[in-house]
Protein backbone atom coordinates (compact mmCIF):
# COMPACT_ATOMS: atom_id res chain seq x y z
CA UNK A 1 0.00 0.00 0.00
CA UNK A 2 1.13 3.46 -1.37
CA UNK A 3 1.84 5.36 1.79
CA UNK A 4 3.64 8.86 2.81
CA UNK A 5 4.91 9.72 -0.75
CA UNK A 6 4.33 13.11 -2.40
CA UNK A 7 2.37 12.53 -5.22
CA UNK A 8 0.94 14.88 -8.23
CA UNK A 9 -2.20 14.05 -9.88
CA UNK A 10 -2.86 15.95 -13.14
CA UNK A 11 -6.60 15.82 -13.88
CA UNK A 12 -7.46 15.10 -10.56
CA UNK A 13 -10.65 16.82 -10.31
CA UNK A 14 -12.04 15.04 -13.24
CA UNK A 15 -14.10 11.92 -12.38
CA UNK A 16 -11.39 9.08 -12.10
CA UNK A 17 -8.38 11.49 -10.76
CA UNK A 18 -10.68 12.99 -7.70
CA UNK A 19 -10.82 9.00 -6.52
CA UNK A 20 -7.57 7.89 -6.73
CA UNK A 21 -6.41 11.42 -4.89
CA UNK A 22 -9.35 9.98 -2.41
CA UNK A 23 -7.97 6.83 -2.26
CA UNK A 24 -4.12 7.96 -1.54
CA UNK A 25 -5.21 10.34 0.73
CA UNK A 26 -6.55 7.80 2.42
CA UNK A 27 -3.41 6.06 3.18
CA UNK A 28 -1.59 9.06 4.31
CA UNK A 29 -0.08 10.44 1.15
CA UNK A 30 0.34 14.27 0.05
CA UNK A 31 -1.49 14.70 -2.86
CA UNK A 32 -1.08 17.73 -4.99
CA UNK A 33 -4.09 18.00 -8.06
CA UNK A 34 -3.16 19.99 -11.17
CA UNK A 35 -6.34 20.90 -13.60
CA UNK A 36 -7.64 23.66 -15.29
CA UNK A 37 -11.44 22.64 -14.21
CA UNK A 38 -12.31 22.74 -18.09
CA UNK A 39 -15.48 21.56 -17.84
CA UNK A 40 -18.39 20.76 -15.05
CA UNK A 41 -16.70 23.34 -12.74
CA UNK A 42 -19.09 23.33 -10.06
CA UNK A 43 -19.77 19.22 -10.01
CA UNK A 44 -16.14 19.14 -9.89
CA UNK A 45 -15.57 21.59 -7.00
CA UNK A 46 -18.58 19.66 -4.86
CA UNK A 47 -16.88 16.67 -5.64
CA UNK A 48 -13.36 17.80 -4.13
CA UNK A 49 -15.21 19.26 -1.48
CA UNK A 50 -16.80 16.22 -0.41
CA UNK A 51 -13.03 14.62 0.11
CA UNK A 52 -12.04 17.40 2.10
CA UNK A 53 -14.79 16.99 4.52
CA UNK A 54 -14.30 13.24 4.48
CA UNK A 55 -10.53 13.28 5.34
CA UNK A 56 -9.90 16.92 7.38
CA UNK A 57 -8.18 15.37 10.12
CA UNK A 58 -4.52 15.40 9.35
CA UNK A 59 -5.42 16.61 5.44
CA UNK A 60 -1.91 17.24 3.30
CA UNK A 61 -3.55 18.24 -0.07
CA UNK A 62 -3.33 20.67 -2.39
CA UNK A 63 -4.40 22.08 -5.83
CA UNK A 64 -2.94 24.38 -8.22
CA UNK A 65 -5.78 25.74 -11.00
CA UNK A 66 -4.47 26.09 -14.44
CA UNK A 67 -3.07 24.47 -17.57
CA UNK A 68 -0.30 21.99 -18.37
CA UNK A 69 -0.12 23.69 -21.65
CA UNK A 70 1.39 26.70 -19.79
CA UNK A 71 5.13 25.27 -18.28
CA UNK A 72 5.11 27.74 -16.05
CA UNK A 73 2.51 26.26 -13.93
CA UNK A 74 5.20 23.12 -12.69
CA UNK A 75 6.88 26.72 -11.00
CA UNK A 76 4.05 26.73 -8.12
CA UNK A 77 4.92 23.24 -7.44
CA UNK A 78 6.59 23.39 -4.43
CA UNK A 79 7.18 19.75 -2.59
CA UNK A 80 9.40 17.06 -4.52
CA UNK A 81 7.32 14.87 -6.33
CA UNK A 82 8.05 11.58 -6.10
CA UNK A 83 5.28 9.94 -8.82
CA UNK A 84 3.21 11.54 -11.01
CA UNK A 85 -0.24 10.00 -12.10
CA UNK A 86 -0.90 12.10 -16.08
CA UNK A 87 -4.80 11.67 -16.05
CA UNK A 88 -5.58 15.25 -17.67
CA UNK A 89 -6.65 15.45 -20.75
CA UNK A 90 -9.72 16.20 -23.00
CA UNK A 91 -11.41 12.98 -22.86
CA UNK A 92 -14.39 12.56 -25.43
CA UNK A 93 -14.53 10.64 -29.29
CA UNK A 94 -17.72 13.31 -30.17
CA UNK A 95 -15.76 16.24 -29.04
CA UNK A 96 -12.51 15.38 -30.79
CA UNK A 97 -14.24 14.51 -33.77
CA UNK A 98 -15.34 18.12 -33.93
CA UNK A 99 -12.02 19.74 -32.49
CA UNK A 100 -9.50 17.94 -34.04
CA UNK A 101 -6.47 20.50 -33.23
CA UNK A 102 -8.02 21.45 -29.80
CA UNK A 103 -7.70 17.81 -28.69
CA UNK A 104 -4.65 17.32 -30.71
CA UNK A 105 -2.89 20.17 -29.07
CA UNK A 106 -4.34 19.42 -25.28
CA UNK A 107 -4.01 15.76 -24.66
CA UNK A 108 -0.26 15.73 -26.41
CA UNK A 109 1.38 18.90 -25.04
CA UNK A 110 0.20 18.51 -22.00
CA UNK A 111 1.69 14.90 -22.04
CA UNK A 112 4.97 16.18 -23.19
CA UNK A 113 5.57 19.23 -20.53
CA UNK A 114 4.82 16.15 -17.79
CA UNK A 115 7.73 14.28 -19.23
CA UNK A 116 10.37 17.44 -19.42
CA UNK A 117 8.86 18.49 -15.80
CA UNK A 118 9.72 14.78 -14.65
CA UNK A 119 13.36 14.71 -16.70
CA UNK A 120 13.80 18.14 -14.20
CA UNK A 121 12.72 16.99 -11.07
CA UNK A 122 14.86 13.42 -11.06
CA UNK A 123 13.02 11.31 -13.20
CA UNK A 124 9.89 10.57 -11.25
CA UNK A 125 8.08 7.69 -12.42
CA UNK A 126 4.70 9.05 -14.45
CA UNK A 127 1.51 6.28 -14.69
CA UNK A 128 -0.30 7.56 -18.00
CA UNK A 129 -4.10 7.14 -18.17
CA UNK A 130 -4.37 5.57 -22.05
CA UNK A 131 -7.11 3.92 -23.73
CA UNK A 132 -8.76 0.86 -24.95
CA UNK A 133 -9.71 3.50 -28.01
CA UNK A 134 -6.18 3.18 -29.29
CA UNK A 135 -7.21 -0.68 -30.68
CA UNK A 136 -9.81 0.82 -32.84
CA UNK A 137 -12.26 -2.05 -33.77
CA UNK A 138 -10.73 -5.40 -32.90
CA UNK A 139 -9.90 -7.82 -35.26
CA UNK A 140 -10.09 -10.52 -32.34
CA UNK A 141 -11.09 -10.75 -29.20
CA UNK A 142 -10.59 -10.42 -26.00
CA UNK A 143 -7.93 -7.82 -27.01
CA UNK A 144 -4.63 -7.81 -25.96
CA UNK A 145 -2.13 -5.35 -25.38
CA UNK A 146 -0.02 -6.40 -28.73
CA UNK A 147 -2.94 -6.02 -30.73
CA UNK A 148 -2.95 -3.65 -33.95
CA UNK A 149 -3.37 -0.14 -33.18
CA UNK A 150 -6.19 1.61 -35.82
CA UNK A 151 -7.87 4.51 -33.95
CA UNK A 152 -10.82 5.62 -35.22
CA UNK A 153 -11.05 8.90 -33.17
CA UNK A 154 -8.29 12.17 -33.02
CA UNK A 155 -9.25 11.34 -29.35
CA UNK A 156 -7.81 7.38 -29.53
CA UNK A 157 -4.79 8.75 -32.03
CA UNK A 158 -3.86 11.36 -29.31
CA UNK A 159 -3.64 8.62 -26.69
CA UNK A 160 -1.38 6.56 -29.17
CA UNK A 161 0.65 9.43 -29.16
CA UNK A 162 1.11 10.34 -25.89
CA UNK A 163 2.04 5.88 -25.39
CA UNK A 164 4.79 6.97 -28.02
CA UNK A 165 5.79 9.61 -25.92
CA UNK A 166 5.70 7.76 -22.76
CA UNK A 167 8.14 4.98 -25.11
CA UNK A 168 10.25 7.44 -25.81
CA UNK A 169 11.25 9.16 -22.80
CA UNK A 170 12.10 5.67 -21.06
CA UNK A 171 14.32 4.49 -23.90
CA UNK A 172 16.04 7.81 -24.36
CA UNK A 173 15.63 9.66 -21.13
CA UNK A 174 15.06 6.81 -19.22
CA UNK A 175 12.13 8.20 -17.42
CA UNK A 176 10.21 5.11 -15.63
CA UNK A 177 6.39 4.86 -16.81
CA UNK A 178 3.53 2.65 -17.50
CA UNK A 179 0.55 3.42 -19.95
CA UNK A 180 -2.91 2.12 -19.06
CA UNK A 181 -5.66 1.47 -21.33
CA UNK A 182 -8.34 1.72 -19.11
CA UNK A 183 -11.56 0.74 -20.62
CA UNK A 184 -15.15 2.49 -20.11
CA UNK A 185 -14.93 3.59 -16.31
CA UNK A 186 -18.10 4.06 -14.10
CA UNK A 187 -19.00 5.05 -10.74
CA UNK A 188 -20.52 7.77 -8.76
CA UNK A 189 -19.17 10.86 -10.03
CA UNK A 190 -18.64 9.45 -13.29
CA UNK A 191 -18.39 11.96 -16.20
CA UNK A 192 -21.89 13.84 -17.74
CA UNK A 193 -21.01 13.01 -21.08
CA UNK A 194 -20.92 8.49 -20.50
CA UNK A 195 -23.57 6.75 -21.17
CA UNK A 196 -23.71 5.25 -17.67
CA UNK A 197 -24.06 8.62 -16.38
CA UNK A 198 -26.79 9.90 -18.81
CA UNK A 199 -28.61 6.94 -18.94
CA UNK A 200 -29.07 7.07 -14.91
CA UNK A 201 -30.15 10.41 -15.11
CA UNK A 202 -32.57 9.96 -17.60
CA UNK A 203 -34.20 7.20 -15.98
CA UNK A 204 -34.27 8.87 -12.63
CA UNK A 205 -35.87 12.06 -14.17
CA UNK A 206 -38.58 9.89 -15.92
CA UNK A 207 -36.99 11.05 -19.53
CA UNK A 208 -36.30 8.61 -22.66
CA UNK A 209 -32.94 6.98 -23.32
CA UNK A 210 -31.52 7.39 -26.75
CA UNK A 211 -29.15 4.41 -28.03
CA UNK A 212 -27.05 5.07 -30.54
CA UNK A 213 -27.06 2.32 -33.10
CA UNK A 214 -28.73 -1.05 -32.21
CA UNK A 215 -27.62 -1.31 -28.96
CA UNK A 216 -25.78 -4.61 -29.79
CA UNK A 217 -22.66 -2.65 -29.71
CA UNK A 218 -20.40 -4.46 -26.49
CA UNK A 219 -18.66 -2.19 -23.43
CA UNK A 220 -16.22 -3.67 -21.40
CA UNK A 221 -17.71 -1.81 -18.60
CA UNK A 222 -15.23 -1.22 -15.19
CA UNK A 223 -15.72 0.08 -11.94
CA UNK A 224 -14.17 3.26 -10.80
CA UNK A 225 -12.00 1.44 -7.89
CA UNK A 226 -11.00 -1.34 -9.67
CA UNK A 227 -9.52 1.47 -11.79
CA UNK A 228 -8.17 3.18 -9.17
CA UNK A 229 -6.54 0.05 -7.68
CA UNK A 230 -4.83 -0.89 -11.01
CA UNK A 231 -2.82 2.68 -11.41
CA UNK A 232 -1.67 2.06 -7.68
CA UNK A 233 -0.29 -0.83 -8.83
CA UNK A 234 0.84 0.20 -11.72
CA UNK A 235 2.74 2.97 -9.64
CA UNK A 236 4.09 0.04 -7.47
CA UNK A 237 5.85 -1.78 -9.92
CA UNK A 238 9.01 -1.31 -11.44
CA UNK A 239 8.63 -4.24 -13.66
CA UNK A 240 5.45 -2.34 -15.39
CA UNK A 241 8.04 0.10 -16.48
CA UNK A 242 8.12 1.18 -19.95
CA UNK A 243 5.05 -0.82 -20.59
CA UNK A 244 0.97 -1.07 -21.84
CA UNK A 245 -1.30 -2.80 -19.60
CA UNK A 246 -5.10 -3.17 -20.35
CA UNK A 247 -7.20 -2.44 -17.06
CA UNK A 248 -11.33 -3.55 -17.75
CA UNK A 249 -12.89 -6.18 -16.60
CA UNK A 250 -12.55 -8.70 -19.02
CA UNK A 251 -16.42 -9.70 -19.37
CA UNK A 252 -18.61 -7.62 -21.58
CA UNK A 253 -22.17 -6.33 -22.02
CA UNK A 254 -24.53 -4.87 -24.49
CA UNK A 255 -25.54 -1.49 -24.29
CA UNK A 256 -28.87 -3.20 -24.52
CA UNK A 257 -28.15 -5.24 -21.48
CA UNK A 258 -26.94 -2.68 -19.46
CA UNK A 259 -30.02 -0.23 -19.96
CA UNK A 260 -32.08 -3.19 -19.20
CA UNK A 261 -30.17 -3.80 -15.72
CA UNK A 262 -30.77 -0.01 -15.24
CA UNK A 263 -34.54 -0.28 -15.81
CA UNK A 264 -34.61 -3.09 -13.32
CA UNK A 265 -32.92 -1.62 -10.58
CA UNK A 266 -35.39 1.48 -11.17
CA UNK A 267 -38.14 -0.83 -11.05
CA UNK A 268 -39.35 1.54 -14.11
CA UNK A 269 -41.20 0.77 -17.26
CA UNK A 270 -38.52 0.96 -20.22
CA UNK A 271 -38.40 3.78 -22.46
CA UNK A 272 -35.99 4.14 -25.21
CA UNK A 273 -35.60 5.28 -28.72
CA UNK A 274 -32.46 4.21 -31.12
CA UNK A 275 -30.79 6.14 -33.54
CA UNK A 276 -27.76 6.41 -36.07
CA UNK A 277 -24.56 5.23 -34.82
CA UNK A 278 -22.13 7.63 -34.36
CA UNK A 279 -19.03 8.00 -36.18
CA UNK A 280 -15.71 7.08 -34.06
CA UNK A 281 -17.64 4.43 -31.83
CA UNK A 282 -16.16 0.83 -32.34
CA UNK A 283 -18.30 -1.27 -32.02
CA UNK A 284 -16.56 -3.84 -29.70
CA UNK A 285 -14.53 -3.43 -26.79
CA UNK A 286 -13.02 -6.45 -24.63
CA UNK A 287 -10.09 -6.87 -22.47
CA UNK A 288 -7.96 -9.73 -22.21
CA UNK A 289 -5.83 -8.43 -18.72
CA UNK A 290 -4.42 -11.39 -18.77
CA UNK A 291 -0.92 -9.71 -18.38
CA UNK A 292 -2.14 -6.98 -15.63
CA UNK A 293 -3.74 -9.91 -13.56
CA UNK A 294 0.04 -11.91 -13.85
CA UNK A 295 2.22 -8.42 -13.27
CA UNK A 296 1.00 -6.19 -11.92
CA UNK A 297 -1.71 -8.57 -9.24
CA UNK A 298 -4.67 -6.75 -10.79
CA UNK A 299 -8.03 -8.43 -9.94
CA UNK A 300 -11.20 -6.37 -10.82
CA UNK A 301 -13.74 -7.06 -7.77
CA UNK A 302 -16.91 -4.98 -8.85
CA UNK A 303 -19.33 -6.81 -10.85
CA UNK A 304 -21.17 -5.08 -13.37
CA UNK A 305 -24.62 -5.61 -11.58
CA UNK A 306 -23.23 -4.38 -8.26
CA UNK A 307 -21.11 -1.22 -10.21
CA UNK A 308 -24.66 -0.12 -11.71
CA UNK A 309 -26.72 -0.19 -8.53
CA UNK A 310 -23.72 1.72 -6.70
CA UNK A 311 -23.64 3.78 -9.47
CA UNK A 312 -27.77 4.59 -9.10
CA UNK A 313 -28.12 4.90 -5.38
CA UNK A 314 -25.27 7.37 -5.78
CA UNK A 315 -27.01 9.57 -8.56
CA UNK A 316 -30.61 9.32 -6.75
CA UNK A 317 -28.83 10.83 -3.76
CA UNK A 318 -26.98 13.28 -5.65
CA UNK A 319 -29.92 14.80 -7.78
CA UNK A 320 -31.94 14.80 -4.62
CA UNK A 321 -29.50 17.48 -3.00
P1 LIG B 1 -12.38 13.88 -16.73
O1 LIG B 1 -12.72 14.76 -17.88
O2 LIG B 1 -13.37 13.73 -15.64
O3 LIG B 1 -10.99 14.33 -16.09
C1 LIG B 1 -9.94 14.89 -16.84
C2 LIG B 1 -9.51 16.16 -16.13
O4 LIG B 1 -8.39 16.71 -16.84
C3 LIG B 1 -10.58 17.25 -16.12
O5 LIG B 1 -10.89 17.62 -14.77
C4 LIG B 1 -9.99 18.40 -16.92
O6 LIG B 1 -10.35 19.67 -16.38
C5 LIG B 1 -8.49 18.13 -16.78
N1 LIG B 1 -7.69 18.68 -17.88
C6 LIG B 1 -7.86 18.50 -19.20
N2 LIG B 1 -6.92 19.15 -19.88
C7 LIG B 1 -6.12 19.76 -18.97
C8 LIG B 1 -4.98 20.60 -19.05
N3 LIG B 1 -4.45 20.95 -20.23
N4 LIG B 1 -4.41 21.05 -17.91
C9 LIG B 1 -4.93 20.72 -16.69
N5 LIG B 1 -6.03 19.93 -16.56
C10 LIG B 1 -6.61 19.46 -17.69
O7 LIG B 1 -12.00 12.45 -17.36
P2 LIG B 1 -11.87 11.01 -16.66
O8 LIG B 1 -13.01 10.18 -17.12
O9 LIG B 1 -11.60 11.17 -15.21
O10 LIG B 1 -10.57 10.47 -17.39
C11 LIG B 1 -9.27 10.59 -16.84
C12 LIG B 1 -8.27 10.09 -17.87
O11 LIG B 1 -8.55 8.74 -18.19
C13 LIG B 1 -8.29 10.86 -19.18
O12 LIG B 1 -6.96 10.98 -19.64
C14 LIG B 1 -9.08 9.95 -20.10
O13 LIG B 1 -8.74 10.15 -21.46
C15 LIG B 1 -8.68 8.59 -19.60
N6 LIG B 1 -9.69 7.56 -19.89
C16 LIG B 1 -10.91 7.62 -19.29
C17 LIG B 1 -11.86 6.64 -19.57
C18 LIG B 1 -13.23 6.64 -18.95
O14 LIG B 1 -14.02 5.73 -19.26
N7 LIG B 1 -13.57 7.59 -18.08
C19 LIG B 1 -11.54 5.59 -20.48
C20 LIG B 1 -10.28 5.58 -21.07
C21 LIG B 1 -9.35 6.55 -20.75
Same mark, same amino acid.
Given at each position: ???K ?9 ? *? ?16 L?I ?23 ? !?? *?? !? ?9 I *? ?12 L?A ?17 N ?32 ? +? ?12 P??V ?23 ? *? ?25 ? !? ?41 N???V ?9 I ?23 ? +? ?31
Amino acid at each position: MMNKRNILITGGAG *FIGSHLAEKLLRTNNYVLIIDNFREHREEKRHQLQHILENYQEG !ID *FN !IIEGSLLNPEI *FEKIEKNIDIIFHLAAIAGVRYSLLNPTVITENNICSTVNIFEYSRRCGKKKVVFASSSSVYGNPIY +TPVDEDHPKTPISPYAVSKLACESYCDYYFREYSIPSTWLR *FYTVYGPWGRKDMAIRKFIERVLNGEE !IVIYGDGEQLRDFTYISDIVDGLILAAENEDADGEAFNLGCGNPISVNELVNKIYSIADRPKNVKYIDAKKGDVRVTHSDI +TKAQKKLGFSPKVNIYQGIKNTFEWEKEYLSM
